[in-house]
């Protein structure tokens, strides 16, 4: 089958670092994620995967944190099963069907409009589910999407491209549309911020970077007075490390002893609001 994709822009190209993160953990022995999908993608798809330099703690701390997105996302729509759900940043990620938002989800998969059209050859429709294209930093997206409705809302790696002035202005926007819900993404430290300058996995992206990063999760309590940190989930801490190859699982191991360690690494945060 041939597939001809959108030309996209080096924001847009950043897409296949967590797609094929997923997909080369789908190929482990014992896969987070087991995202079948995001494998066939990658092989369908003629890509130059190599220059993306993935090595395989990359791949693992990828599908972590995903998966840990996953979890949140499930538990919200059990307990919520009229919830509006919104995947920020989505790319070409199948979280609606990892999670299999039941029928009485609306779920938005929000991205650029290339993006979209790319999701609309790469993966398949459900019921329920809605790509959505738009530019998250202009105001009016949010009004093609119900407001009288609890949402949960994930982004994977999104923060790592605004500003925090303009990530704080898109999360205040989301959360005066919707009467309650819950947010989660994962977070960059300071130290993260300046680290990806120089680690190898984040070649590909490091241009595109514009996250100032932070080192307090209760620090986007003070962008609006409705948002309340519910946990801040130290990866190195999560029971998934015991699953992490012999190397990788005792670094982890290690960090976990230390908070600021921990927080220098994989994290996700939620909120709520």
Not at 53 to 64: L, R
Not at 83 to 88: C, H, N, P, V, Y
Not at 257 to 273: A, D, P, T
Request: proline share 7%; glycine share 4%; net charge negative.
């Amino acid at each position: 089958m041939t597939i001809t994709l959108p030309v996209f822009d080096q924001l847009e190209d950043s897409l296949w670092l967590t797609l094929c993160g997923r997909a080369l953990d789908n190929r482990r022995e014992d896969p987070l994620l087991r995202d079948e999908l995001a494998d066939e993608i990658v092989r369908t798809v003629d890509y130059d995967y190599g220059k993306l330099k993935t090595s395989p703690s990359s791949v693992i701390y990828i599908a972590h944190r995903a998966l840990k997105l996953d979890e949140i996302a499930r538990d919200f729509v059990t307990r919520h099963p009229d919830a509006i759900g919104l995947d920020l940043g989505a790319g070409l990620d199948s979280r609606a069907t990892r999670i299999d938002v039941p029928p009485t989800v609306d779920w938005y998969d929000v991205d650029f409009p290339d993006v979209i059209t790319a999701r609309q050859q790469l993966v398949p429709a459900r019921p329920h589910v809605h790509n959505l294209a738009a530019d998250l930093a202009e105001p009016g997206w949010l009004d093609r999407i119900p407001a009288d409705r609890p949402a949960v809302i994930v982004a994977d790696g999104l923060l790592a491209f605004f500003p925090l002035a303009e990530w704080s202005a898109i999360l205040n926007r989301i959360i005066e549309h919707f009467p309650s819900g819950e947010i989660a993404f994962n977070g960059y430290s300071t130290f993260a911020v300046k680290a990806a300058k120089v680690y190898p996995g984040a070649k590909a992206v490091r241009a595109i970077m514009r996250s100032e990063g932070f080192d307090d999760p209760h620090t986007p309590e003070t962008w609006n007075p409705k948002l309340r940190l519910v946990r801040e989930i130290l990866l190195t801490r999560e029971p998934e490390v015991e699953r992490f190859p012999a190397g990788l699982r005792w670094a982890n191991r290690l960090s976990a002893r230390s908070e600021s360690l921990s927080r220098r690494g994989n994290v996700v945060l939620h909120y709520r609001f």
